[in-house]
C-alpha cells in the first residue's frame, strides 16, 4: 500500500516537473517566434542553403535574394577566422594543467599526466567530425547563437559532434540574463526509441 502511495506521488511529481518544463518551453518559444522572420531573412542572405525556420519542399530554391555573394563569402570568412582563433584545426588550442590547490612539490608530476591526457583529448578530436561541425556552428554565430551537440559514439569514434542549426533550438535566459536552459524540438521514429 505504501509503495502505491509514493508511486503515485512520484508520479504527480513528475507531472508537474513536465508541466512546468513545457510551460517554460512554450513562453521561450514565444519569444522565438517574434524574431524568427528576422532570422530567416538573415539565413536567406547568408547561408542559403541552411535549413530554414519555415516548412519548405525538399530542393526548394532559396537563392532568388542573393544579387552578389559578399554575405555569403563573409560569413564562411567569419566561421573561419573564429575557428583559426579559438579552435584551429589539427592544433592544441588547450592545455590541462594543474591548479592553485595543488601543492608545488607534486604539480610536476600532475602537469605531466595532464599534458599525456590533453595529448589523448586532441587525438580523439582530430579523428572526430569536430572541425566541420564546429565551423558550422561558428556560422550560425555570426547570425545569433551556436549551438554544438556532443554525443557519445562508437570505439572506432568515440565523440560524434552535430551543429544544431538555429531553427532547430529554443533558447531561455534566467535570472542574470544568461541562457538557463537550451530547449530541441525534434521527431523520433518509434523504431529508433
Given amino acids: 500500500m505504501e509503495y502505491n502511495n509514493y508511486r503515485s506521488s512520484a508520479n504527480m511529481s513528475d507531472e508537474v516537473s513536465a508541466k512546468s518544463f513545457l510551460k ?4 521561450a518559444d514565444s519569444l522565438k517566434t517574434l524574431w524568427k522572420s528576422k532570422f530567416e531573412e538573415a539565413y536567406e ?9 519555415y516548412e519548405e519542399s525538399p530542393g526548394q530554391k532559396r537563392t532568388d535574394r542573393i544579387f552578389d555573394e559578399t554575405a555569403v563569402v563573409g560569413i564562411q570568412e567569419f566561421a573561419s577566422r573564429l575557428q583559426a582563433g579559438i579552435t584551429p584545426t589539427f ?9 592553485i590547490e595543488i ?24 579523428n572526430s ?22 554525443n557519445e559514439g562508437t570505439s572506432t569514434d568515440p565523440i560524434v ?17 544568461k541562457i538557463d536552459c537550451v530547449y530541441r524540438k525534434r521527431q523520433i521514429r518509434l523504431g529508433d526509441l
Fill in 91 to 99: 592544433g592544441r588550442w588547450i592545455n590541462l594543467k594543474s591548479g
Fill in 103 to 126: 601543492p608545488a612539490n607534486v604539480s610536476p608530476e600532475i602537469d605531466e599526466q595532464l599534458d599525456s591526457i590533453t595529448q589523448y583529448i586532441f587525438e580523439v578530436l582530430h
Fill in 161 to 177: 559532434f552535430n551543429a544544431i542549426p538555429l531553427p532547430h533550438i529554443t533558447l531561455n535566459s534566467g535570472p542574470n540574463n
Fill in 24 to 27: 517554460k518551453y512554450s513562453q
Fill in 45 to 53: 542572405y547568408t547561408m542559403p542553403g541552411r535549413e530554414s525556420f
Fill in 129 to 150: 567530425n569536430f572541425n566541420q561541425e564546429v565551423h558550422e556552428a561558428f556560422m550560425d554565430c555570426a547570425i545569433g547563437t551556436g549551438c554544438l551537440l556532443v
